[in-house]
């Protein structure tokens, strides 16, 4: 595999008006794996994410995302960008919204239909989008984002909505993606999520608290409930009362 990281992030900051919603982050995402971007909401997950993206104005830094800087053209066609609010229409079916993205990476009617049956979604391909379910809308923009193989996954809370045997479902195949090569950045404010994960950035308040694995987050923490690690590493680093 190779060692070059997916994404590299050197003292990146970047202001909303007065306020500093990232503060000076560097960290590296490694290829082939599930990374997890974790944190309550506010703490710039989404920003963090915009700017790998390429579509977030930065102050100062640099982000460089499969050898180029972020936001360059060469890259629209290796990156999958699931936002937090589902990027599909609701007045095309469940097949027809995949296989307009297929068609925008010239490719055709087949690669669409596997990325929907990867999402669980084959069943309700002929199903009018604006009918789904929160969670089912959210797995037809996951199935958009994937119809092209990118070499890159960018999902912001892929799972909010979802039941937890669908979370589990979901969980197991971004796994299954990072086996076969694809590098996968994944937000979310639930702890639980973190175990699933090859490697940990925890995000508060802008900061990036800890760039570690779960394994590694728990020895230095103390403890194998990494819900109780984060407050740890709060409680330490940012001296909030316990």
Not at 52 to 77: E, F, I
Not at 222 to 227: I, K, S
Request: with cysteine; charged share 20%; aromatic share 4%.
């Amino acid at each position: 595999m190779d060692s070059t990281p997916a994404v590299q992030v050197a003292d990146l900051v970047v202001d909303r008006g007065s306020a500093r919603v990232l503060d000076g982050l560097t960290f590296d995402v490694p290829a082939g794996r599930v990374t997890g971007l974790l944190g309550p909401s506010g703490s710039g997950k989404t920003t963090l994410m915009r700017a790998v993206v390429g579509v977030q104005r930065v102050r100062s830094g640099r982000v460089t995302v499969l050898g180029a800087p972020a936001g360059s053209p060469v890259l629209r066609s290796r990156i999958g960008y699931v936002t937090q609010a589902p990027s599909v229409y609701g007045d095309l079916t469940v097949r027809e919204n995949v296989r307009y993205f297929a068609t925008l990476f010239g490719l055709g009617a087949t690669a669409a239909d596997a990325a929907l049956a990867e999402v669980g979604l084959a069943a309700a391909a002929g199903q009018l989008t604006g009918d789904l379910s929160g969670g089912q809308r959210g797995r037809v923009s996951l199935a958009c984002a994937l119809v092209a193989r990118p070499d890159l996954l960018v999902l912001d809370e892929p799972t909010v909505g979802l039941d937890p045997v669908l979370r589990a479902e979901l969980w197991q195949r971004f796994a299954d993606l990072a086996r076969a090569g694809t590098t996968l950045l994944v937000s979310s404010h639930v702890m639980d999520e973190a175990r699933r994960c090859d490697r940990l950035l925890l995000l508060r308040g802008g900061l990036l608290l800890a760039d570690s694995t779960p394994a590694q987050l728990r020895a230095e923490s103390g403890t194998d409930d990494l819900e109780e690690a984060f407050l740890r590493l709060v409680r330490a680093r940012e001296e909030v009362p316990a």
